[in-house]
């Protein structure tokens, strides 16, 4: 009787040790999961950023793009008198940097415009 009172208590013992390791590892692998997914966004982030690069163009949007080439496309047909220039915030340049704020929260909402 004694040895399955202490072989019950150290089952017991186990059992609760085990269950612990159970939350543990899922605590860990739910934490890789988060960390991985964050690891994917900061890769999303930064090919956006070095295709940004790439394209002054794509900071107005990634349809942007194909819109110049639309526009460039009916420019050449000759559908307009004159070829629209745009986005308007891609030939605007800031010369001194501290006016860059104030700038942008002026003209804003009219960056993308034509």
């Known amino acids: ?11 017991s013992r186990y059992e609760h040790e085990r269950l612990q390791l159970s939350e543990e590892l899922k605590q860990i692998t739910d934490d890789l ?19 940004g690069q790439r394209s002054r163009v794509q900071v107005f949007g990634t349809y942007m793009d194909h819109l110049i080439k639309k526009v460039e496309e009916a420019a050449r047909q000759g559908r307009f008198h004159q070829k629209p220039r745009g986005p ?12 860059t704020t104030v700038i942008e929260s002026a003209i804003k909402g009219h960056l993308h415009n034509w």
Do not use: P, Y
Request: proline share 0%; glycine share 8%.
């Open 88 to 99: 308007f915030g891609l030939h605007i340049r800031v010369k001194d940097a501290k006016w």
């Open 1 to 11: 009787a004694v040895v399955s009172t202490q072989s019950t208590g150290e089952i």
């Open 33 to 51: 999961e988060t960390n991985q997914e964050r690891d994917r966004k900061i890769g999303d982030q930064m090919r956006t950023c070095q295709s």
